[in-house]
């Protein structure tokens, strides 16, 4: 088949699965590896060569960890030194020596080859975890942090894993490289790189143009990718590194939008490809030795590594969903399992079986974090019975009604004047969260009028209203209205029509959460243009009376849309009137100061 035919077929397949995979939300990797199954030299037979595919395709995930690699600076990276190497090293180790024993005691291998198996087994898909954690926006959360941190550690012990090769008599790519060499290279490069890698793009973006500049960051990425890989350590290892050189530096936005597309495409080749290796005719021969192999495997590696991180600190907010991230089999285990079967240490069909094992694995994956979504969602539902806190009558003259990040400020303040005052969130999380820092804070709906009458609202003189919930704030207002009608209530709204219905409710007394840090943003803004203090001050000045005075003409027709365009028409023509009515003002008063200047001065000169 035509490189072109080949190339139509594969871009076809992933048009087809990848949206529909994602429709039925399963996630695009899965999709990717569904296309390749279908095409590949076990389905339809469309492609007949996936390994020179996947040779091409670990581009992508070279390029992944560049681009990762940009977004950690060496400050973060440093940070995450004790994740990387402590985590890292329980995770390898301890998941590493269970699929060991299981490797020894139950398929009767040598230790020696157990122990290797079961530190490749340990590793887990870079290529597979990190874009699924990006697509869901977890890489931030504290589960994806350490995610993160052991697939680097596990990067990293790629480099002793290779030096036990040669002591099993397997002549691999790097046999002729002695431990240390990697390491060393490694050295030298984060030692010269930076300042070097700063030259070369200063150097391009001053001469060369942007497709010049792309052409210099895929360069840089899989040059220092090679050397990495000449030094006997991993190609991603190397293109992580050369992200990390660039991170802060001015270039890193610029680097990131200029890889990001081959990225994309690269990856997704790289997971059709392995896809197309998953031999469903040995799955046929022998279905329950591979899916008990791979089901196994993840079995094993979940478990492990969930007892293993909830014996640890803050274990039992990551432990399961660290887990089955990291419950695949990697990539690497690819190469590994054919340089052992080359050297002889395991045999021909036991090596088919792991490898399809570990295929299967990959492809599983997905399912495992729609599982932990499910346990998730059904952990919180059972935490939402949770029973209200017994909230005391403190005496407190504020109550304050949600304690997130506005109520908290207002509690802060009152806090540093010396005012009591009570608060109460109806997110248990955020009151546990906040009790840990030292904050008082009670458990409990502010809408319910016996929970809050027990609070002594109505012994209060401030309630604060800093709920976050639009419908929940109105409830809580309607509630205070009916019972507490004197109560001075201070609110935040959420936006503009729910600072409408608040006035409805007669809250007269409001801020819109967004409004004063606009202000203040504008202000620094027209600053940095050079715009005079006195005219920025009296700008806002106008601004903030005029945007008061339509806040309260479009109150009366909020409910009528058009009445609402036609309002706010007519108010901004109205500014801009204002504005041009001072300038004029201002002009008039500057001819009639220089007039008088030249007057005094025509007097002195006669």
Known sequence: MGSFTTLAVLLGATV????LFRRMGLGSVLGYLAAGVLIGPYGLRAVADPESLLHTAEIGVVLLLFIIGLELQPTRLWALRRQVFGLGTLQLLGVGTVLGLVGYYGFDLAWQVSLLT?????????????????????????????????????DLSVIALLALLPLFGIAGSRAGLRPGTGALVLVAVVIVGRPLLRWLFNYVARFGSREVFTAAALLVALGLALLMDASGLSMSLGAFVAGVLLADSEFRHELEASIAPFETLLLGLFFIAVGMSI????????????????????????????????????????????AFALAQGGEFAFVVFRLLDRGALLRPV??????????????????????????ARRAAAKAAVRPYDAVPDEGAPVVIAG??????????????????????????????????????????DASR????????????????????????????VEMVRKHYPKLQIVARARNRFHAYRLLDLGVERQMRETWASSIALGRFTLEGLGVPGGEVEQLIKHFIVHDEDMLRRQHAVYHDESKLIQTAQEARREF???LEQDRDAAKQLERKIAADAREAEAERGG
Not at 403 to 431: M, P
Not at 450 to 462: F, T
């Open 449 to 476: 009028h016996d929970l809050m009458e027990s609070a002594g609202l109505e012994r209060a003189q401030v309630l604060v209203l800093a709920i976050d919930d639009v419908e929940a704030s109105l409830r809580t």
């Open 350 to 375: 036991l090596v088919d079986e792991l490898t399809l094992a570990v295929a299967l694995s990959m492809a599983l994956s997905p399912f495992f974090f729609i599982a932990n979504d499910w346990l």
């Open 279 to 322: 031999d469903i005719g040995l799955f046929a021969v022998a279905p329950f030795e591979v899916l008990g192999m791979a089901l196994g495997l993840l079995a094993i590696k979940t478990l492990s590594l969930y007892l293993l991180r909830r014996c640890l600190p803050q274990g039992k907010e990551s432990a399961r969903p660290l």
């Open 118 to 154: 079961g530190w490749t087994l340990a590793l887990s898909s870079t290529a597979l975890v990190l874009p699924t954690l990006a697509e869901r926006k977890e890489l931030t959360t504290r589960y994806g942090r350490e995610s993160f941190a052991i697939l680097l550690f596990q």
């Open 576 to 578: 801009q009137s204002i």
């Open 403 to 444: 304690f997130g990040r506005v109520g908290q400020i207002v509690g802060r303040l009152l806090a540093a004047q010396g005012v009591r005052y009570t608060a109460v969130d109806i997110d248990a999380e955020q009151v546990d969260a906040v009790r840990r820092f030292g904050m008082k804070a009670y458990y409990g």
């Open 16 to 19: 087809l699965f990848v949206p």
